[in-house]
C-alpha cells in the first residue's frame, strides 16, 4: 500500500473515531450530567430524561458505538484493501 | 432442603465446573499460556473479558453503592462502560496488531526503551497487586456467610481452585472458565432481578420496572421512592446532591482507568485478527452492560424493599420491632455487616436521617437512627432474602458472587505473572531464557501471585477500599496515556513518554497520598480530605483523568526539546495502524 492510501486510511479512521467520541461524551457527560437541567423537562417514568441517560441510555449508546465502528472499519478496510 | 446444602451444591457445582475446564484447557506453550495461542472466538472472549472486568466490586459492590447514592453514583455505571468505547476505538485492535503478550512489552518496544518497560512494569504491579486484594476478600465475604466456613478456610480453598486452572492453563484455562463463570454471574445477577422487578412493578424486565409504575403505590417507582426517602429526611434519589465537576471528572477517570487496566487489555491479545478486536470489545461491552444496565434497577428497588420491611405499615405507621427482624437481618448481623442499636429503648427499629430528622422524630422522641449500620455489600447478596426469593436462588448468588471475584482475580493473577516472567526474566534479566524456561517461569510467578494474593486476602490492609480507587488513578494516569501516545502520536518519542508517565505517576499518587495520608496510614494526611481543602475542588478519587492530562502535556513538552523518534519507531507505529499482516506479528 502507498503512503499516500495509508494516509487517506488514517485520516478516514480519525474522523470516524472523532464522531465517535462525540457522541461518546454527549450522552454520558453531555446528557447524563452536564446538561441534564437543559432536558430536565423531559419526563421519563418518575424522573427525567438526564436520569434515564446516566443509569440506561448512555451504555446502550456505548454499544450501537462500539458496533458501528466495527462496521464502519471492516468496510473501510476492504475498500483500502488493509484487511486480513 | 436445608439453605447450607443448597449453597454447598451451587458453589462446589460450579467449582467442579472450573476445576474441569482447567484439565480440559491446559497450557503446552507460552504462547498458549499467554495469549491462549491467540485462536479465541470474539464472541467467547467478549464473555471472558467481561468476567475478568466483572469484579466483586461490580457484583456485590456496585448496586449497593447506587442505591445508596441515587443519581451520584450513575458514575460507576458510565465510567466502566465508557470505558470499553475508549478500549475499541482507540487502543485494542492497535495492540493486537502490535501482536504481543503484555502491556509493558508495547510500551518497551514502542519507546525503544528498558526504562519505559520498567516503569510499566512497576505501574502494572502496583496497580494488578492491590486490586487483587478486593478480589480475595470479597470472596472472602462470600465464603463466610454462605458456607459458614471461616474466611480464612474460605480464601484457601478459592486460592487452590484459582491455581488448577490458571498455573496449569495460564490464559487458556482463565479464558474458558471465564466464560463458564460469566454464564454463573450473569444468571446469578438477574434471577433474582426479574423477580424483584416482577413483585415491585410486574414487569420482568429490571431495566423496565425500574421506570414503571409501583403496584403498590400505583404512581412510578421512583417517585415513590423519592417521596419515602424524603418523609425519612433523607435526600431524594433521582436529584444531583454532589458537585458536577467532580462526577464529570470521576466518570472520566474510571473510564480511561478502565481501558488502561493491563488485566483487561491482555483480553484483546487472544483472538486471531485485528477486527476480531473491535468485535470482542462490541461484545465484552454486550455482556457487562447486561449487569450494569440491571444493577441499578436492583439499586432502587431493594433501596425501596428494605424501607418497606422496616416500615410494614406504611412509611407513617409503627417502625418494626426488634423481635419481628426477618431471617436475613438476623444471618447478616452474625457477619458484623449489618447492626441494630435500639437507642431509645421502645423495642422498634426507627430508621431515618438524623443529620436531618423529620418532624415524626422529634414529635416522637427518637433518638437516632437505630439501623446503625448496614454495610453496601449486603443489597446485593442479602437481595434474593430480602425479597423472599427460594432458596435456590440464595444459592445462586452465592456461586455468583465467588464467580465475580474468582474470574477478576485469576485475570489480574495473569497480568502480574506475565509481567514478571515475560517483561522482567525474558526481556530484562535474562533474555536467553528457552521458551521451556520461560513457562516455567510464568507458572512459578503464578503461585506466587496467588500465594501473594492469600496472605494480601487474610492480612488485608485497612485500606482495601482506597486502594482500589488508587489503581484505577494509576491506570488512568500512568499506562493509559502512554499507549494512546504510542499509537495515535508517530513523533512521541522515549523520553517523552517515560517523562510523562512518571509526571502523571507521580502527581496521581502524591495527591491522593495528601489527603489520604501516605501509604494510606491514618493520621499521615498533609491535608484533611474534605472538599474546602481540594485543590480546585478536585477529589482525589478524581485525580486521575488529571493526572492523565499531565501526562500528556509533559510528554508532549519534553519530547520537543529531546531527540527525534527513529525511523523504524515511525514504520513501527505505522504497521501498527493497519489491520494488515497481523498474522505475522505472533511470531516474534
Known amino acids: 500500500m502507498s503512503d499516500k492510501s495509508t494516509d487517506a486510511y488514517w485520516k478516514a479512521n480519525i474522523r470516524i473515531i472523532t464522531i465517535c467520541m462525540v457522541i461518546w461524551a454527549l450522552v454520558s457527560f453531555g446528557f447524563g450530567i452536564v446538561l441534564r437541567p437543559l432536558i430536565a423537562g423531559i419526563p421519563v417514568g418518575g424522573t427525567d430524561l438526564g436520569f434515564w441517560f446516566a443509569q440506561q441510555g448512555s451504555m446502550l449508546t456505548f454499544i450501537a458505538l462500539v458496533f458501528y465502528y466495527r462496521w464502519y472499519m471492516n468496510k473501510l478496510d476492504a475498500e483500502f484493501g488493509v484487511e486480513e | 432442603m436445608d439453605q447450607f446444602v443448597i449453597n454447598l451444591i451451587f458453589v462446589g457445582g460450579s467449582f467442579a465446573l472450573y476445576i474441569g475446564i482447567a484439565i480440559w484447557a491446559r497450557a503446552g506453550s507460552t504462547a498458549d499460556f499467554y495469549a491462549a495461542s491467540r485462536g479465541v472466538n470474539p464472541v467467547v472472549n467478549g464473555a471472558a473479558t467481561a468476567a475478568d472486568w466483572m469484579s466483586a466490586a461490580s457484583f456485590i459492590s456496585m448496586a449497593g453503592l447506587i442505591a445508596a447514592v441515587g443519581y451520584g453514583n450513575s458514575t ?200 476480531d478486536a473491535r468485535t470482542s470489545a462490541g461484545w465484552a461491552l454486550v455482556f457487562i452492560a447486561l449487569l450494569y444496565t440491571v444493577a441499578p434497577a436492583v439499586g432502587a428497588m431493594a433501596r425501596l424493599n428494605i424501607i418497606t420491611t422496616l416500615y410494614p405499615e406504611g412509611i407513617q405507621g409503627e417502625p418494626l420491632a426488634f423481635d419481628n427482624k426477618p431471617d436475613w437481618m438476623l444471618n447478616w448481623e452474625r457477619t458484623g455487616l449489618l447492626r441494630f442499636e435500639d437507642k431509645n429503648g421502645d423495642g422498634l427499629i426507627q430508621y431515618y436521617n438524623e443529620a436531618n430528622p423529620p418532624q415524626r422524630a422529634i414529635d416522637e422522641g427518637w433518638e437516632g437512627n437505630e439501623m446503625v449500620l448496614f454495610n453496601n455489600d449486603i443489597l446485593v447478596l442479602a437481595n434474593p432474602e430480602i425479597a423472599n426469593l427460594p432458596s435456590w436462588v440464595i444459592g445462586l448468588i452465592a456461586a455468583g458472587g465467588l464467580a465475580a471475584a474468582l474470574s ?181
Open chain 2, 76 to 275: 460507576f455505571l458510565m465510567g466502566w462502560t465508557g470505558g470499553y468505547v475508549i478500549l475499541a476505538l482507540l487502543l485494542a485492535p492497535y495492540l493486537r496488531k502490535f501482536g504481543r503478550f503484555t502491556v509493558p512489552d508495547f510500551i518497551g518496544d514502542r519507546f525503544y526503551s528498558q526504562t519505559a518497560r520498567l516503569v510499566a512494569v512497576i505501574s502494572l504491579l502496583v496497580m494488578s497487586i492491590t486490586y487483587v486484594i478486593g478480589q480475595m476478600t470479597g470472596a472472602a465475604v462470600a465464603f463466610s456467610r454462605f458456607l459458614e466456613v471461616d474466611s480464612t478456610t474460605g480464601l484457601f480453598i478459592a486460592s487452590a481452585v484459582v491455581f488448577c486452572y490458571a498455573v496449569l492453563g495460564g490464559m487458556k484455562g482463565i479464558t474458558y472458565t471465564q466464560l463458564a463463570q460469566y454464564c454463573v454471574l450473569i444468571v446469578a445477577y438477574t434471577i433474582p432481578a426479574v423477580f424483584i422487578s416482577l413483585q415491585l412493578t410486574g414487569n420482568p424486565l429490571p431495566q423496565l420496572g425500574l421506570f414503571s409504575t409501583h403496584t403498590e403505590s400505583g404512581q412510578p417507582l421512583l417517585q415513590t421512592l423519592n417521596e419515602v426517602l424524603i418523609e425519612l429526611g433523607f435526600n431524594d434519589y433521582t436529584g444531583n446532591h454532589g458537585s458536577t465537576f467532580n462526577m464529570v471528572l470521576f466518570t472520566l477517570s474510571l473510564m480511561i482507568g478502565t481501558a488502561g487496566l493491563p488485566h483487561v487489555i491482555i483480553r484483546f491479545f487472544t483472538v486471531p485478527k485485528v477486527a
Open chain 2, 408 to 588: 477478576t482475580a485469576a485475570g489480574l493473577l495473569l497480568a502480574i505473572s506475565s509481567a514478571v516472567s515475560h517483561d522482567l526474566i525474558k526481556s530484562i534479566i535474562n533474555p536467553g531464557i528457552s521458551e521451556k524456561g520461560e513457562l516455567l517461569a510464568a507458572r512459578i510467578s503464578m503461585a506466587f501471585a496467588i500465594a501473594l494474593a492469600t496472605y494480601l486476602g487474610l492480612n488485608p490492609p485497612g485500606f482495601a477500599a482506597q486502594v482500589v480507587a488508587l489503581a484505577f488513578g494509576l491506570a488512568a494516569a500512568s499506562l493509559f496515556p502512554a499507549i494512546m501516545m504510542g499509537i495515535f502520536s508517530k513523533k512521541m518519542n522515549s523520553t517523552g513518554a517515560i517523562t510523562g508517565m512518571i509526571v502523571g505517576l507521580g502527581s496521581t499518587v502524591l495527591y491522593i497520598f495528601t489527603y489520604l495520608g501516605w501509604f494510606f496510614i491514618p493520621g499521615t494526611n498533609m491535608l484533611p480530605n474534605t472538599p474546602d481543602n481540594w485543590l480546585f475542588g478536585i477529589s482525589p478519587l478524581s485525580f486521575g483523568a488529571v493526572g492523565a492530562a499531565l501526562n500528556f502535556i509533559a510528554a508532549f513538552i519534553v519530547m520537543k526539546i529531546s531527540a527525534p523518534v527513529p525511523v523504524e519507531i515511525e514504520e513501527l507505529v505505522e504497521s501498527i495502524r493497519v489491520p494488515k499482516g497481523a498474522g505475522d506479528a505472533v511470531a516474534h
